[in-house]
């Protein structure tokens, strides 16, 4: 009669990886849902008698089905359902539910057994899933796996105790079996690939026995008329077994014993070969035993249709892990890898609900140039940070006060006393706050317009002119943040001629403004937007030299810089997640022109006075100062001849752009008028 046969319990071990490639996979693509994905398990058989194989392993390759596998590795197909909240996964745990959930997958693997579908394919009847929690705040994976596992009510009885595979093939036969695994597991010169190209991982075989010859046959060519065959041992089955324990085998064992009783109706003298395989010995090691399977009469039967379609009651299923402690990756990370995931995760949130179009490496991989690293500068660079930028360059010739950590935010204390660069200070603050940030510090002061600049200086100026137009062309977007008009000319002048997006923010003591500067090659048809210095039709000139203290301090009221600081980041961000981007036309009656943020205005203009704010638009002027094209042209003409000019004579950028001509024949129209009064 035998004695009842013993089975390993079904066991995963889960790797860093998966986890890793888990929190990509929700983030990017799972979001909100909770369908089940593919995914592969792997495990390697036992070597020898009372040597464990690993358990089946889940890697960062498990989402990958098609990714390559090693020679002596064996594969299970499954499936992973990810929960958004931990309440659910509980739930899910929970005893009743559990059980449910274990007897819908005994289903499918019953489904499978009794329409013969695993004849063609037997990883169904290795089916397993894995339920998880993933907390991406915390790094934290909640897990548990299951695999259904089919058996008789009554025990599968073990006729003998297990027996060397030598004593029942013989040598010869053994090592043609070898052979045989290897051509379909891709390995010698007798590979054999099936019809897809790929070699099989299935960790079940069928295995024909003739003399000394052994040979693997797919499934489909197994019929009832080989009941004989098994009983004569001419006809085993092979399980790849991680199991080491001496007369046990893997749970997987149990359905193909199922299977080929229901299937088949071998229930008595099945021979099993328990692969025990090592790149030393091959698969010397292996056992063999033989099982009687007490399936009921009307459960094996040749029509199909006549069988249950759910799980019979003679039939138990079993299949839950042990569950398993949360697996904490925080405590394993590299802190400036926890710090760059948990970074992205607020902006990839955005995507799962509101704004799944939103291009974030678009915005990430901008390279930008902060000129000025005061208040405004600060609370950009924060605010740019926020948004994943982190590739930046401050500018800033002043040094940090003591008065300033308490309003500039990238600032400490120990920066007012080391009277450090603030543009320095500034860069190391955002190292501190993210320590993957690549920001980067240049000590420098601008020429300005009415700063002149002596024969002796001119050498020196013309290097820090061509030092600072190399670094508007290395850069992306150029934030203009400074604390005087005519800090903000040289810039607006060089983003024109380089098409950048440049950006300006300004604060008065309780109002502020955010403006893009429009550009060229604005597309035909559309009227050009200004810059900081189109409304204008004076030349910017010296407002830095006799300045009382609160001249000399940027004074307002705490909160504009703030206010200011988001909106031109978040113009940037709306800039360039429009389609048109630099050339986003602003938002008219007839049509909004939204992207996927939403609308681009030309600049905002608030105040705290009465806590009013507008979006307006303001045309460019063709006789600009800074961004016409006639000053641009002349630029490009005479170059720095034509910005010493500029330093050192207040008139030349009126009498350039035409403003002088201009303003004359306005005055001459003026006394005309008067004249013809005078006359009347």
């Known amino acids: 009669m035998g004695t009842p046969a013993q089975f390993e319990k079904f066991r995963s071990q889960a790797k860093v990886e998966l986890w890793s490639q888990l929190e990509k996979k929700k983030i990017h693509e799972l979001k909100l849902s909770t369908d089940a994905v593919p995914v592969r398990g792997t495990f390697h058989c036992a070597r020898a008698p009372g040597l464990n194989g690993a358990a089946v392993e889940l890697t960062g390759e498990a989402f990958d089905r098609a990714a390559r596998l090693g020679p002596l590795e064996y594969a299970l197909n499954g499936r992973l359902v990810n929960y958004n909240t931990i309440e659910e996964y509980q739930a899910a745990m929970e005893p009743a539910a559990a059980k449910a959930t274990l007897r819908g997958l005994a289903n499918e693997t019953w489904a499978a057994i009794t329409s013969r579908a695993w004849v063609a394919d037997p990883s169904l009847l290795y089916a397993f899933c894995v339920y998880s929690f993933a907390d991406l705040k915390l790094h934290k994976f909640w897990y548990r796996a299951a695999m259904p596992t089919l058996s008789p009510a009554a025990p599968v009885q073990a006729l003998a105790p297990p027996q060397p595979i030598d004593n029942v093939l013989g040598a010869a036969a053994r090592q043609s079996l070898h052979k045989a695994l290897d051509a379909h597991r891709g390995v010698g010169a007798d590979a054999v690939a099936d019809e897809r190209g790929v070699w099989s991982h299935c ?12 040979a693997v046959v797919p499934f489909d060519t197994v019929s009832r008329a080989d009941a004989g065959a098994v009983s004569e041992g001419r006809l085993v089955f092979c399980v790849a077994d991680p ?13 193909l014993l199922l299977a080929l009783a ?7 003298k099945v021979s099993v070969v328990s692969l025990r395989e090592g790149a030393k010995h091959g698969i010397a090691h292996s056992l063999v035993q033989t099982y009687n399977v007490p399936l009921a009469d009307g459960i094996a039967g040749e029509d199909v249709t006549s069988l249950p379609v759910t799980l019979p009651e003679c039939v138990k299923a079993f299949g839950w892990e042990t569950a398993k402690a949360p697996v904490d990756l925080a405590s394993t990370m590299d802190p400036n890898l926890l710090a760059e995931e948990s970074a992205k995760l607020n902006l990839s949130l955005m995507k799962w609900r509101m704004t799944p179009n939103l291009d974030l490496e678009k915005i990430a991989g901008q390279k930008c140039l902060l000129v000025g690293s005061g208040t405004l500068g600060c609370g950009v660079a924060r605010n740019l940070m926020k948004w994943g930028v982190y590739n930046m360059t401050f500018i800033d010739r002043g040094n940090v006060s003591y008065s300033n950590p308490v309003r500039q935010s990238l600032f400490i204390h120990d920066d007012a006393v080391q009277r450090k660069n603030k543009a320095k200070a500034a860069a190391e603050g955002c190292r501190r706050v993210y320590p993957l ?6 000590e420098m002061n601008i020429p300005m317009p009415g700063h002149a600049v002596t024969p002796a200086q001119a050498p020196d100026v013309q290097k820090t002119c061509e030092q600072f137009e190399a670094l508007i062309e290395a850069h992306d977007v150029i934030f203009l943040l400074t604390d005087s008009r005519e800090s903000r000319w040289l810039p607006t002048l060089l983003g024109a001629k380089h098409r950048k997006i440049v950006l300006n923010a300004a604060l008065g003591f309780d109002s502020y403004l955010a403006l893009r500067h429009g550009c060229p090659g604005t597309p035909a048809g559309r009227e050009r937007l200004g810059c900081y210095f189109c409304t204008d039709i004076t030349s910017p000139s010296d407002s830095l030299s006799d300045r009382t203290l609160d001249q000399q301090c940027t004074v307002t009221r705490p909160g504009v810089s703030d206010i200011a600081s988001a909106f031109v980041v978040e113009l940037l961000a709306s800039i360039l997640s429009h389609p048109e981007g630099l050339y986003a036309p602003t938002p008219s009656a007839s049509d909004d022109h939204t992207g996927v943020l939403g609308t681009v205005p030309h600049q905002v203009r608030g105040g705290l006075h009465h806590f009013d704010q507008m979006a307006i638009k303001g045309p460019h ?5 800074a961004c016409s094209d006639v000053i641009v042209n002349a630029f490009a003409e005479r170059g720095f001849d034509f910005l010493l000019d500029v330093f050192n004579n207040a008139d030349t950028l009126a009498n350039t752009s035409g403003i002088t001509a201009m303003l004359k024949a306005v005055e001459d129209d003026v006394c005309d008028m008067m004249s013809d009064s005078d006359e009347d």
């Open 243 to 255: 199991c080491g324990a001496v007369g046990h085998v893997g749970s997987g064992a149990r359905n």
């Open 203 to 214: 960790p079940v075989f069928a295995v024909r026995v003739e003399g000394d010859t052994a």
């Open 621 to 625: 002027y063709s006789q600009c100062v």
């Open 262 to 268: 229901v299937t088949f109706g071998f229930k008595e």
């Open 437 to 442: 940030c690549k920001a980067e510090a240049v």
